[in-house]
């Protein structure tokens, strides 16, 4: 009998990777702005790196267990001043550190100041991950906020971005890339990245949203049916494949459902529809294919299906 | 080789808060930061003097002399005060420079075993970075807030905790205002920093040698990974004293490289990382760190005092009662006194506050015969009381412990005088 090592409770949590919804669009803006990056580095043949400092929240728990993007993670409202103080200490970009801060809409709340002193000195970079709840504590509905005013107010250039546009949101950040070095106080808004609650708004409005379409020439299917093929024919050989041939899609969306090819698991963002892979598609509507703010369109999307 | 520049500014006047302020100085500080109130304004108040703030003059000789003598040496000096509006945001602050770790240092004082309980879990050890006889080292940096900024930056603190070892080289200074002069609340932030943040905490007794233990905590708890608190009263912010004030400056501290090391792995707070970190702070980090501060116990400005081989009792004075014990030590007449009333007791007079240094207390006692400890110490917490009592529970000592400690500060206007409080308290 092969005796079985039964790591200690705390290696197990440690090893348990923190879960976002297939459709979150927190992890496909921070996916875009490590794309952004990476094309900015390239087409001006540039080294620079990121340092993401974030606050609590599910927008930022997810970077950097299997993406490697977020360096720290601190309290509520703390990252505006902590990025402030890792710019002062990293060399900013006198070291090729671009400092970019993140945050959820209550964390905007929590410490507002800290955002306008942030503002005060550039070049900084903030996003805020607006899911318009206080989603980690149960959903409560928090303060309104006018990012495009408030955002002006305190010093910041405002954009503002539809999360699950990856492809168009690396676009973007990589031309933000440009203003942060002209020394600018850039904030980000990515607009309505709970598609969970989103989805869940439509369907209590009767809307039903599409969910992804894979090709059959799609590599993960191709390869899966030739694994299923070699399963029946010879199954010891089949311990030798890998359980997977491309998977890029999911890992870049960050999306399980992709990553299982399980449409049940599809919260119908639409992103993959947006990413670039011809063996992919969505059915519409779906929540990227609204212009620019997700949440604001929802009236539009009743009065599409009431037109139906 | 540690680059050290000396600056002589002859006998002045100086402040406690300007104590502290030298003792960052000397110890390379490059980064302040503060949301200060009385009593410690005037520490922030210096560093931006000392950095050519607008608005702030250097208007007294203590910052005209040592401002002109850091400009021609080069020194690097950044300060922000107003524009932190808060002391979350002032701690955040520091802990974002905290967190930049672009050069090293070498180790000296913690053993390549210790180095692995600290650093062991590092992107540094891991990768192998740097090697035991290197600790990764960034700016030193200085934050400064009055009592309740203890309350509102409670949570910045508390974090600071979660990530060592990346908060060493920061020293937060607390003005703590026990006698209520200018704030809402008459506070003892000692049970806030030791017991609540568990981080090393100092009370400082005097401005002539308050400068010895801000810079020599600098360099321990920076290799402990650790940050540090320092706390002084109201008496001793603005208390102004004559001393020979001769800086002797490290100035590589000053001048390291800047850079960041990613590693989520220690600088992520978030359950599944924080539950083995705590597991580790308790079970590894902080008797490690008793350790290291009894071993380097006089180093950081604490003395023990014997005034015969075998005594029976212990007194330990703390913060302001070492101040009075002194002016006992310094009178032939009160001195006699005091030995006989305590029956020639052995002292400790101690800036530190907490870790109580177990290892010394427990040399003391397994050499004499303490069947009596006295505390003396200020501030409603009594935490060096029971810090004690545990100390003597927990090793089985038969002795009894007197809490003859003050929970406010009342000499400004009580004239109250600790030396007669000390004669009166032997029992």
């Not at chain 1, 945050?103 to 805020?128: L, V």
């Not at chain 2, 040592?66 to 002391?87: F, H, I, M, P, S």
Request: hydrophobic share 35%; proline share 5%.
């Amino acid at each position: 009998m092969v005796a079985v090592a039964i790591p200690k409770p705390e290696e197990r949590t440690i090893k348990r990777p923190v879960s976002n919804c297939p459709g979150c669009g927190a992890t496909k803006v921070s996916m875009a702005l490590k794309e952004g990056l990476r094309r900015y580095n390239k087409e001006n043949k540039a080294k620079l790196k990121l340092l993401y400092v974030a606050d609590r929240g599910c927008g930022n728990l997810q970077g950097w267990h299997e993406y490697g993007i977020v360096d720290t993670i601190t309290n509520m409202g703390m990252a505006p001043m902590v990025a402030l103080g890792a710019k002062y200490s990293s060399g900013g970009l006198e070291n090729n550190y671009m400092v970019v801060c993140a945050s959820g809409d209550g964390a905007y709340n929590f410490n507002i100041n800290g955002m306008k002193i942030a503002a005060q000195d550039p070049p900084s970079m903030y996003i805020i991950y607006d899911n318009y709840a206080i989603r980690m504590t149960g959903g409560q509905i928090g303060l309104i906020n006018e990012y495009e005013i408030e955002g002006k107010a305190i010093g910041f250039e405002v954009y503002f971005i539809n999360p699950y546009r990856y492809e168009e949101n690396a676009e973007v950040f990589k031309g933000l890339i440009g203003e942060y070095l002209n020394n600018k106080a850039i904030m980000v808004v990515a607009d309505g990245t709970c598609s969970r609650d989103l989805r869940a708004q439509l369907r209590d409005q009767g809307v039903k949203l599409g969910t992804f379409i894979r090709r059959e020439d799609c590599k993960d299917v191709v390869y899966q049916k030739e694994r299923e093929r070699i399963a029946k024919e010879n199954p010891e050989k089949l311990k030798e494949m890998p359980p997977f041939k491309c998977r890029l899609c999911g890992i870049r969306l960050r999306c399980q459902a992709l990553l299982e090819n399980d449409p049940s698991r599809c919260y119908n963002c639409g992103a993959c529809a947006h990413y670039d892979c011809e063996s992919l598609t969505c059915a519409e509507p779906n929540l990227a294919m609204v212009t620019e703010h997700p949440k604001k369109y929802i009236e539009v999307f009743k009065r599409m299906q009431g037109d139906d | 080789m540690a680059e050290t520049l000396k600056i002589d500014l002859g006998r002045m006047a100086i402040t406690g808060n300007q104590a502290i302020a030298r003792g960052a100085i000397e110890a390379g500080v490059r980064i302040t930061c503060a949301y200060p109130g009385a009593p410690i304004s005037d520490v922030q108040n210096t560093f931006e003097s000392l950095a050519s703030k607008p608005g702030f003059p250097r208007n007294n000789p203590f910052t005209r002399k040592l401002g002109e003598a850091l400009d021609k040496a080069g020194y690097d000096l950044v300060a922000k005060w107003g524009e932190l509006t808060n002391e979350p945001n002032a701690l955040s602050f520091a802990l974002g420079n905290i967190i930049c770790k672009g050069d090293k240092k070498p180790r000296e004082f913690i053993t390549p075993e210790e180095y692995d309980t600290i650093y062991g879990d590092t992107i540094f050890a891991k990768k192998n970075l740097l090697t035991k006889d290197e600790i990764p080292a960034g700016p030193r940096v200085m934050c400064s807030i009055k009592h309740l900024g203890g309350n509102t930056g409670a949570d910045v603190a508390r974090t600071l905790m979660n990530i060592i070892p990346y908060p060493g080289g920061l020293c937060i200074a607390s003005g703590d205002d026990r006698q209520g002069t200018a704030s809402q609340t008459m506070q003892d932030n000692k049970v806030l920093f030791a017991w609540h943040f568990r981080m090393p905490t100092f009370e400082v007794h005097n401005p002539v040698n308050a400068h010895v233990t801000v810079r020599n905590a600098y360099e321990l708890c920076e290799e402990l990974g650790v940050a540090f608190a320092v706390i002084e009263n109201y008496n001793q912010a603005y208390r102004e004293v004559t001393a020979d004030v001769n800086f002797e400056i490290d100035m590589t501290a000053n001048k390291r490289k800047k850079g960041f090391v990613s590693d989520p792995y220690n600088l992520v707070t978030i359950g599944p990382q924080i539950r083995p970190k705590e597991k580790r702070h308790w079970g590894k980090i902080i008797p490690l760190i008793r350790e290291k501060f009894s071993e380097n116990f006089e180093f950081l400005n604490n003395e023990v005092i014997r005034y015969s081989e075998n005594p029976t009792k212990m007194v330990i004075v703390n913060g302001p009662f070492r101040e009075d014990f002194n002016y006992i030590r310094s009178d032939e007449a009160k001195e006699k006194e005091f030995k006989e009333r305590y029956k020639d007791p052995v002292v400790i007079a101690s800036d530190l506050v907490w870790p109580l240094p177990s290892k010394v207390y427990k040399k003391i006692f397994e050499e004499s015969s303490i069947d009596e400890v006295y505390v003396f110490e200020e501030g409603y917490s009594r935490l060096m009381y029971f810090e004690t009592l545990d100390f003597i529970n927990t090793n089985e000592f038969d002795a009894r412990v007197r809490n003859r400690g003050i929970p406010y500060e009342p000499r400004m206007y009580e004239r109250f005088s600790y030396v007669d409080h000390i004669m009166a308290s032997a029992s």
